[in-house]
């Protein structure tokens, strides 16, 4: 018998009670490990988009468009580099599932996100197919799409002008992500903007953003403060911001999920402190005089203290950890093909650790403290 | 039997419950030699088990000097008091006290995890133990599954395991019937006359006391007389 092997026969006395503490743990942990990376993608998942680019849109909102003849304009400003824009299509998957696509010009889309890989012939495809269109890797595996497909989208906002909402393009190409984080964002589809501003029945000329590519990242704050003064007092008042701001920003439309996950996972924790303290309290009651006799076979209070804590840190080490495993398997399975494409990545592993950590010592170090304060004559005669 | 075990020297040791200071031994003075065997009799509340608490250091005196084995235990720190209690005493007590997730012979090797014993160590020191108190059979029992003098053997087992150089009994045979009682207490004279331990027994049982080799009584904190047995 070791040390160790003493703490989990002590753990493994009542086991009903253990496995459902654990079973608490665990979901706790699990639940911590999917909201934490809902948190992480809302809060540092805009991180990847770097500062390169900026992206103008209405001042007022960004669903409202902004008129295509501000491009030439913003194309003049010192610094800008390359400009792309983008129409949200409102796009409509069968019967109702909506899916993140946006009418661009292709040229530019390809000058303005280099991190969007695909074979140059298929950029080509994409500039001369008018009816064409590109979609991420994640999508075309998810619908299990291939090149050369018809594929109807139906738009929830724009018809054509024939007045229908169905609309049909040709899959000239699958774009992957320069790298992993790039790649969990392949989840997105675009159409030629040529061709759709041609055929819908109405919002001609009209651009949702403009994506603009910097010569020089650190004048970012000096160009979006010219364009936004050019536009000032006009009708078409902009908002310039880096691509991460807005990525947080559209987001945050939905409210503050930073603060409500916090506050949700307060909750649960707080739970969690509840249910875990008093188990391992109601243990340490239920065997005063077995501590006492561990003190008084030649145990250091120091050893006692070390054995109820590491009952404390192995309920919450095993049920941590198995419910971040889950929450990771379950992220594998949900994130992989959404839109929103959550991942239980290192960042929330390194924040479960850190939170398996701080339960232990809240639920265990004060029955630790004292099971290692007891007084040997008063326990043994049950005072 | 003339090299001395315990010097208990002037000794006084009071509580405080709730509001009221009881004092429990008032200026005792008790020498046991080595390999003695000694049974402490008296009424409840005589001290006794005080007396076994202060000498298996247990508990400190409020004055007063304890030496066992030559050394002054009384003013030794809760740690070295912990590390002196491993090395030298063994414990028996009414209701065994053993642990109940472990088995007999897990129970016994719980005192040689603060040894630096090696695993294969420990096992050899626990299966002699064990046979010790003829409970080789046992080994593998958890304490439910043993009877109550099948109990009382394996706590002797862990008392004796670590080879400890004073056994400490707490009315070990209070729990037990005659006939169990007489077999245990035929062990701790065993112990006592051929392994040489030296035992402090408590006892409110006379019959248990005939085994010892002297009996102290004990009354109101002080030393009444000394029966040879």
Redesign the interface.
């Known amino acids: 018998m070791t040390r160790s092997g003493f703490v989990f026969a002590n753990l493994l006395r009542k086991k009903t009670r253990t496995v459902l503490t654990l079973l608490s743990v665990v979901t706790a942990f699990l639940l911590f490990g999917l909201l934490q990376a809902v948190n992480v993608m809302f809060s540092a998942g805009a991180d990847f988009v770097g500062a390169t680019r900026l992206v103008t849109q209405a001042r007022v909102s960004f669903t409202q468009s902004l008129p295509m003849r501000l491009l030439p304009e913003i194309e003049a400003v010192p610094g800008v580099e390359q400009v792309m824009w983008q129409q949200w299509f409102g796009a409509v998957w069968q019967e109702n599932t909506q899916l993140f696509f946006f009418a661009t010009d292709p040229a530019r889309l390809h000058a303005v996100y280099p991190e969007y890989v695909m074979p140059d012939q298929q950029w080509k495809a994409f500039e001369e197919t008018r009816t064409g269109m590109i979609v991420g890797r994640i999508l075309a595996d998810k619908y299990g799409w291939r090149i050369g497909d018809k594929v109807p989208i139906a738009s929830n906002i724009f018809p054509q002008k024939n007045g229908s909402k169905a609309w049909i393009f040709d899959l000239v190409g699958i774009y992957d992500g320069k790298d992993e984080e790039w790649q969990r964002n392949t989840n997105l589809g675009w159409i030629n903007h040529a061709y759709f501003d041609e055929a819908t029945l109405f919002g001609t000329g009209l651009a949702g953003t403009f994506t603009l590519k910097l010569s020089n990242p650190d004048q970012a704050a000096q160009i979006a403060q010219t364009i936004d003064s050019k536009f000032e007092n006009s009708p078409d008042e902009t908002k310039t911001q880096t691509e991460k701001d807005f990525n947080l920003g559209f987001f945050k439309q939905i409210g503050d999920i930073g603060l409500i996950v916090r506050w949700i996972l307060f909750a649960v924790f707080f739970t969690l402190l509840l249910v875990v303290g008093n188990t391992i309290a109601q243990s340490v009651r239920e065997r005063i005089p077995e501590l006492a006799i561990l003190k008084t076979l030649g145990f250091t209070d120091g050893n006692v203290l070390g054995f109820v804590l590491a009952e404390a840190a192995a309920m919450c080490v095993i049920g941590g950890l198995l419910g971040l495993g889950l929450a990771t398997l379950i992220g594998i399975k949900i994130g992989g093909g959404g839109n929103f494409p959550i991942a239980v990545d290192h960042r929330v592993w390194i924040t479960g650790v850190l939170a398996i950590v701080g339960l232990s010592l809240a639920v265990g170090l004060l029955p630790a403290l004292r099971a290692s304060r007891l007084s040997i004559v008063d326990a043994l005669a049950g005072r | 039997m003339s090299e001395t075990m315990v010097r208990v020297s002037n000794v006084y040791k009071s509580y405080v419950r709730g509001k009221q200071k009881v004092e429990v031994l008032h200026g005792l003075t008790i020498e046991i030699p080595k390999g003695d065997f000694v049974a402490l009799m008296g009424p409840s509340g005589s001290g006794k088990t005080t007396l076994l608490?202060l000498i298996?250091g247990?508990?400190r005196p409020t004055s007063g000097e304890i030496l066992v084995g030559g050394q002054r235990i009384d003013q030794l720190s809760?740690?070295a008091l912990?590390?002196?209690?491993?090395?030298n005493v063994g414990?028996v007590?009414q209701f065994y006290?053993l642990?109940?997730?472990?088995t007999a012979e897990?129970n016994i090797?719980?005192?040689l995890?603060?040894t630096d014993l090696s695993?294969a160590q420990r096992r050899k020191s626990v299966a002699v133990a064990l046979e010790v108190v003829g409970l080789s059979d046992r080994a593998r029992h958890k304490p439910k599954e043993l009877s109550g003098g099948q109990e009382q053997r394996v706590a002797i087992a862990?008392a004796l395991v670590s080879d400890p150089t004073i056994l400490i009994c707490d009315e070990p045979t209070g729990d037990l019937d005659r006939k169990t009682a007489d077999e245990i207490l035929g062990l701790l004279q065993v112990l006592n006359r051929e392994h040489g331990k030296t035992i402090v027994l408590v006892t409110h049982d006379p019959k248990a006391a005939e085994f010892a080799r002297r009996t102290l009584h004990l009354e109101k904190g002080q030393l009444l007389e000394q029966a040879a047995a």
Not at chain 2, 99 to 102: A, K
């Open positions: 608490n298996g247990l508990d809760g740690n912990a590390k002196w209690r491993a090395r414990f007590f006290n642990m109940p997730v472990l897990r090797e719980l005192p995890l603060l695993a862990r």
